[in-house]
């Protein structure tokens, strides 16, 4: 790195204080996520994996399902923030703290609990459609990263479609009733 | 008085921060080479995507720089949490991209500028000739004028085939319907470019990951990697066509019906002698033009004392025996073609 | 606001054709719209927020805030529910209605499907009953329909249609893969496939240009403008007459009537939710069968407290759509071949003459499913998610044909719409509370066109099916009707033969609110042609400031 941008930088950081001070932006935050905390996007991110994992072709993690769910909890899933947060806690708690961190196996159990305990069955519930959206919905909503799942499914991203080159003028379309 | 003075004290203090933040924010957006811009977190993937692109060594303010009131505007989007769902560039800033594109890509830009791409809104959208035949059409967007913002009945009037038809907005009138963001995208993944040494050859097709077309629907460049080569069709038998997957981008607006026959809709793909020939092997990448790649394959004078660059090879005329997309051998030999030049023809490796 | 002739409470369907139809002749219309005019624009082929895949919303009205509905399950459990919800019952709220993002089948009910109880007898538990007009009777406005609004397809191979004069002015479509493969099976099974009518066009047609053939069909509106509905149709005509008046975002409150119950005209909050009078001299309302059935329950007067045409309580009953029926096929060959719209050969040969059945559906395959479509039409053992789950829709998605049908539903007194005593939408109307169930036959009936699908499926060359087998909630969206129903005994029905809605004789229904039963087709041709119908009445005997009796 050169002299001057590292000045300019520590300029910048004098200046960032001030800023983010007055606009009220806490520096904390993670730079990726509108809703989850880092952690909890990591949990997801491991949680949808088990949902639609990958093989030869890209999961929910690398389709960036759990992106999806962070925008739509932002906007028209706003009712489920809270069933999201506490649901991913219960997940990190059956998997003894760290869902992402655990090891397969552990992972699996408390999978299989999450689906079957009556107080995080709806979670899951909940969960599983969302995790569908996310990978087979269009990118323009946050998943589906790159059209991974319809290339998977051999749906081209754009159809090849010309116009029809059709001519008015030289009487045709005019209904004769 | 002095408990009036306290009382302008309050909001004049705020006004001079306020007014000093703004210097102090552009200083600041500068020098933090976009981690700042991405704290505020809805342009968390975008910047992401930066990060890795080829243009990652140029900081988000040369292209993103707005107006004190667009920032503002972005400013109050955030705080009031009214952030879109899919933050996007408005046309005004795809405009603006021009100059900045320019500035680095002058030989790009200047063979668009002197092309068929570099049309303007006025000519694709205003063209009575063609307004009269075909009814004007949201579809038209996909190819052109895909980054305005609403539908037809919003951009020209009125939508009928009687004309005369205007831009409700006249400073559209020439502006470039085909703007580089139709088919170039900044934030993919890539190198940064550094200058070939010497020429990619031509067997050697690379699809930049910048190329791809901005799809309007989804409002995102779809990388030509990921575009279909279509399977074309002459009657029932299947053209041959280069794997050149470049040519997937020409082929989403340069394309056949849905019956995928050559030369039906907008379908441009070669038959006859040039069949099988990348559209990127005669086309200039941004100006198509064509004339000094019929030398690349053609000596001056043909056998037959042709000169291949003066022909009338037009392509507005599919009927034309010298249409460049569709010449036959019998077109130029009616009485059939020698032998030797036959066996000749065969051997041009495609 | 001046008065005029006629009102007209809807901008879809039938209130389109009726907009057309008076003031192409002289007389002056207002035409009151909910929702706004959408474009392709608008929703930019949102495979997650669209007509019939609503998971964000939908596309084409009315918006989920301030638009309450109640939903009343069997069980009678209630639960207030959004327009992008299930249950609602939503069709559309826009110019064009339904018709802006329709699949576009074009069909006409078969003549029987007009005689329901005459060619079957009551049914048990079934408010079936003959129409008050026939299939001859709406022939002439079938034909009108299909060339003014513009109809393609080919069904000179279906001798099970009733008889018509003059065929479809447009050639079907070219047949996509599927369409190859079921055709040639339904004539090994010595059916008889047909290519089926669409308002679409095959070719240039009124001056638009034809269908592009995209996958986005079903549940978008179109963005070559080639799917024909009433907003790219009747609607601009009635506009270019200078004589009709478009109002959008108008939410009507209410019919207005005098002392003697004669109606004067009708309340509505416009735009900017200022309540507005429109003065007429008669009132039109097509506002699809719930939302027309909500009007006029809204509609109170001293000698009809409980709403306009409501004497008797027939208003809101009998609500039918049509509950789907049919099965998958899985090909080991891929079928899919992206050239949408996907639907394009059908048979009629089970809409009657089952043994035992009163009535059948037709058969026709599906219109392409995109992929967050597929997710819920997998074979049923299917696990709901993990790496079976992503196989499966890898193995099924390209290699799976869909023939579905709608099936002829037997009308039930108590599945109806009615006001919730509570809850009410952002104007302060009450609005409306769904309940119902459908007949134990028609889910025989669906069971059995299931069966036939399946069969269908088999002699294609399926190597695996599944059937989906019929619902048993009461249904309504896209096809409903029956709510006002038309008869000739004003103390069994709402309205008369012309949608006069009896005792008042001024206000009139013209859309599938009057249909007795709904045969076994989609109706949007069928609601076309009988405002057609209705609009000549209106027409003929309209006198100024009255009609002549």
Avoid at chain 3, 11 to 28: C, Q, R, W
Avoid at chain 3, 268 to 287: C, I, K, P, S
């Amino acid at each position: 790195m050169n002299v001057s941008r590292t000045r300019r930088t520590f300029l910048g950081a004098a200046a960032a204080a001030a800023i983010s001070g007055a606009a009220g932006c806490g520096g904390a935050r993670g730079t990726t996520w509108r809703v989850f905390s880092g952690h909890e996007a990591r949990t997801l991110d491991a949680l949808l994996e088990w949902i639609i994992p990958e093989d030869d072709s890209p999961g929910a993690r690398g389709a960036g399902v759990s992106h999806y769910i962070d925008r739509q909890l932002s906007t028209h899933f706003r009712e489920h923030r809270q069933a999201y947060r506490d649901g991913l806690a219960a997940t990190d708690r059956l998997a003894g703290g760290d869902f992402a961190g655990a090891p397969r196996k552990q992972q699996q159990a408390a999978l299989r609990k999450l689906q079957r305990d009556p107080a995080t069955r709806p979670f899951f519930n909940l969960l599983v459609p969302h995790a569908m959206q996310g990978f087979y919905g269009n990118p323009r909503h946050g998943g589906n990263r790159d059209f991974a799942s319809w290339r998977m499914l051999g749906v081209p991203p754009l159809p090849v479609r010309g116009r029809s080159q059709y001519d008015l003028t030289a009487g045709g379309g005019n209904a004769k009733s | 008085m002095s408990g009036r003075w306290k009382l302008w004290m309050a909001p004049a203090a705020v006004l001079a921060v306020g007014l000093a933040s703004v210097p102090a924010a552009d200083l600041y957006y500068q020098s933090s080479w976009g981690t700042g811009c991405a704290r505020c977190h809805e342009i968390g993937i975008d910047y992401d995507r930066w990060r890795h692109a080829t243009h990652r060594n140029i900081n988000c303010v040369e292209c993103h720089a707005g107006s004190l009131q667009k920032d503002l505007r972005r400013v109050e989007a955030h705080m009031a949490g009214t952030v879109p769902d899919q933050v996007h560039l408005g046309p005004q800033d795809i405009f603006d991209m021009l100059p900045r594109c320019r500035k680095c890509h002058e030989q790009e830009f200047a063979e668009w500028a002197s092309g068929a791409h570099s049309t303007t809104y006025a000519r694709i959208f205003t063209d009575s000739d063609r307004n009269r035949k075909q009814l004007l059409m949201d579809d038209c967007f996909r190819c052109h004028g895909m980054h305005f913002e609403g539908g037809i009945k919003d951009l020209v009037e009125p939508v009928n085939t009687v004309g005369p038809w205007r831009l409700k907005d006249p400073s559209y009138a020439n502006l470039p319907a085909i703007p580089c963001m139709a088919c170039h995208s900044i934030h993919r993944e890539g190198a940064p470019l550094v200058k070939p040494r010497e020429r990619v050859s031509a067997q050697e097709e690379i699809v930049r990951p910048s190329v791809g077309l901005f799809d309007r629907r989804t409002r995102m460049n779809v990388s030509a990697a990921i575009l279909p080569l279509p399977a074309i069709y002459e009657g029932a038998r299947p053209v041959r066509i280069s794997s050149d997957q470049r040519q997937a981008l020409c082929y989403q607006c340069h394309a056949p019906l849905a019956t995928m026959q050559a030369g039906s809709g907008d379908d441009r793909t070669p038959l006859g002698i040039h069949e099988g020939l990348s559209c990127l092997a005669c086309h200039e990448q941004h100006g198509e033009a064509t004339r000094q790649s019929c030398a690349d394959c053609h000596p001056r004078l043909s056998n037959c004392g042709i000169d291949v660059e003066k022909m009338d090879t037009t392509f507005r005329n599919p009927k034309s025996a010298h249409n460049i997309h569709t010449a036959k051998c019998l077109d130029c030999h009616p009485k059939g073609v020698p032998k030797k030049a036959a066996a000749h023809e065969s051997s041009i490796l495609h | 606001m001046r008065k005029v002739d006629a009102v007209i409470i809807g901008a879809g369907a039938s209130g389109g054709v009726v907009a057309k139809e008076l003031s192409t002749n002289g007389i002056s219309v207002v035409v009151l719209e909910r929702g706004r005019w959408y474009g392709p624009n608008d929703d930019r082929k949102d495979d997650l927020r669209n007509q019939r895949t609503s998971i964000l919303g939908n596309n084409s009205g009315p918006e989920d805030e301030g638009n309450p509905r109640v939903a009343v399950d069997a069980q009678g459990r209630e639960r207030i529910v959004l327009p992008s919800q299930g249950n609602y019952s939503n069709n559309a709220a826009c110019v064009g209605g339904g018709t802006l993002t329709y699949g576009a089948m074009a069909w006409r009910y078969h003549p029987k499907d007009f005689r329901m109880r005459s060619t079957y007898g009551a049914l048990e538990g079934s408010t079936l009953d003959d129409w008050p007009i026939s299939y001859d009777d709406l022939e002439p406005y079938y034909e009108k329909a299909e060339w003014e609004i513009g109809v393609s397809g080919d069904d000179s191979a279906n001798p099970f249609k009733g008889p018509r004069k003059k065929p479809l002015p447009m050639p079907p479509l070219a047949l996509n893969k599927e369409c190859v493969i079921l055709k040639a099976a339904a004539g090994r099974l010595k059916l008889h496939p047909f290519d089926l009518p669409m308002l679409r066009n095959s070719v240039p047609y009124n001056g638009r240009g034809p269908c592009m053939r995209c996958r986005w069909c079903v549940g978008f509106p179109c963005e070559v403008n080639a799917k024909c509905g009433t907003q790219n149709t009747v609607i601009p005509k009635a506009l270019a007459t200078g004589l009709c008046e478009l109002r959008l975002r108008s939410m009507v409150k209410e019919i207005q009537f005098d002392q003697k119950g004669h109606a004067t005209g009708v309340a509505y909050f416009d735009e900017h939710d200022r309540l507005q009078t429109q003065e007429a001299d008669f009132v039109v309302v097509a506002g699809a069968a719930t939302e027309t059935a909500r009007l006029l329950l809204n509609s109170k007067h001293r000698l009809w407290p409980t709403g306009a045409g409501n004497r008797y309580d027939w208003v809101g009953r009998n609500l039918q759509g049509h509950t789907y029926t049919g099965a998958f096929g899985y090909f080991e060959e891929v079928v899919y071949d992206d050239i949408g719209p996907g639907a394009g050969v059908a048979i009629c040969d089970f809409n009657h003459g089952n043994p035992g059945l009163r009535g059948g559906a037709m058969l026709a395959n599906e219109f392409i499913r995109l992929p967050i479509q597929f997710v819920s039409m997998l074979p049923p053992r299917t696990p709901r998610f993990g790496p079976a789950h992503k196989e499966a829709m890898r193995k099924y998605y390209r290699r799976t044909i869909a023939v579905q049908g709608p099936t002829q539903e037997m009308p039930m007194w108590h599945s109806r719409v009615q006001l919730d005593p509570k809850v009410k939408d952002r104007w302060g109307i009450p609005v409306l509370r769904i309940s119902g169930s459908q007949h134990p036959h028609t889910i025989e009936i669906g069971t059995a066109m299931a069966a036939k699908a399946e069969m269908w499926l088999k002699a294609a060359g399926a190597a695996e099916t599944w059937r989906k087998l019929p619902g048993h909630n009461v249904t309504g969206g896209q096809h409903q009707a029956g709510t006002c129903r038309m008869g000739n005994d004003p103390k069994a029905s709402v309205a008369n033969r012309y949608g006069q809605v009896h005792d008042i004789d001024n206000v009139f229904v013209a859309d599938g609110s009057l249909h007795v039963t709904n045969g076994g087709f989609n109706p949007a041709l069928t609601i076309m042609a009988d405002a057609y119908r209705i609009s000549e009445h209106l027409i003929k005997t309209w006198r100024g400031t009255r009609f002549r009796s």
